[in-house]
């Protein structure tokens, strides 16, 4: 399964700017991204074409990194589609950690990107419900 890496961060200005500089000057592709505040600090999602060498630089530059499996799973770009992925999760009893999204090239489709508690249960259950899941290969690259 693919990685996305969570960064924390303090909730002031610059501080995001560092995160994609260290990105930027390391020629690291960003795919898509999160930010989530909670008062003083927040956290980042970043899935990057590149995440352990995202995650070695992000660390030299004493940032504060970890890399977190999830699947990116592809669903049709209509209304109820992500539900319908959502109750198949549910009645298999998969809890969803942390979600995001993005709309694909032919913009028909969009890839949900889940962090799902338990691996590699999820994993299995992913396959039960025969989810149409991106491999590391499509994800890195968008």
Do not use: W
């Not at 090239?105 to 969009?110: F, Y």
Request: proline share 4%; hydrophobic share 40%; aromatic share 8%.
């Amino acid at each position: 399964m693919p990685f996305h890496l969570s960064v924390f961060l303090e909730n002031k200005p610059g501080r995001l700017e560092k995160i994609m500089k260290v990105l930027a000057e390391n020629k690291i592709n960003l795919s898509a991204m999160s930010l989530a505040s909670s008062g003083k600090f927040g956290v980042v999602k970043l899935l990057v074409n590149d995440p352990q060498k995202a995650f070695n630089e992000l660390k030299k530059q004493k940032i504060t990194v970890t890399k977190r499996k999830i699947a990116a799973i592809v669903i049709d770009n209509i209304p109820g589609s992500f539900y319908d992925l959502l109750r198949k999760l549910s009645d298999k009893g998969a809890n969803i950690e942390d979600c995001y999204g993005f709309l694909l090239n032919d913009g028909k489709t969009a890839a949900m990107v889940l962090e799902i508690e338990n691996q590699p249960a999820a994993e299995n259950i992913l396959k039960d419900i025969d989810a149409n899941m991106l491999d590391e290969s499509k994800i890195y690259n968008y």
